[in-house]
């Protein structure tokens, strides 16, 4: 049976000051405002709407795993590890709070980056074959 469900069509962030997490997203990120009013702003961002939602003080789309780490829920692709080092560097100029690049036991490298809420986003250096082939 085929699954109906095509792809990811928006993905929801919880952030205290939408102006403040807008631009941010903006000038860090490069996204594309396509949409804001007083509750939320809708971000055009690899090839993604990202909703970011007025929320209360604390609020992040981390969770907390079995262990007590703190996890992302979110992981973006780069072209390759030359690719992730070049954002990674870029994000750490711009002021982003990045982490070290990591070797997890799988083909490929990561980091992980944070918006101003605390929201934790992971990034691999590999992409999916499902992109590789709509290239």
């Known amino acids: ?7 990811v069509g928006t993905i929801y962030l919880p952030v205290e000051n939408l102006e403040k997490s807008t631009d941010w997203y903006i000038e860090k990120l490069a996204a594309e405002l396509t949409y804001k ?38 992981t973006f692709e780069v072209d390759g590890v030359n690719s992730l080092h070049a954002l990674r560097e870029d994000l750490l100029k711009k002021g982003v709070k990045t982490g070290e690049v990591e070797n997890r036991g799988h083909p490929g490298r990561n980091f992980v980056f944070y918006d101003l809420d605390g929201n934790a986003f992971d990034v691999w250096s590999e992409l999916s074959s499902t992109f590789e082939k709509k290239r």
């Open 37 to 74: 009013d007083l509750d939320k702003a809708i971000l055009n961002l690899a090839d993604q709407s990202f909703f970011l939602v007025r929320a209360n003080k604390g609020q992040s789309s981390n969770f907390m795993d079995v262990l007590g780490n703190t996890c992302f829920s979110l």
């Open 1 to 7: 049976m085929n699954n109906p469900l095509q792809r």
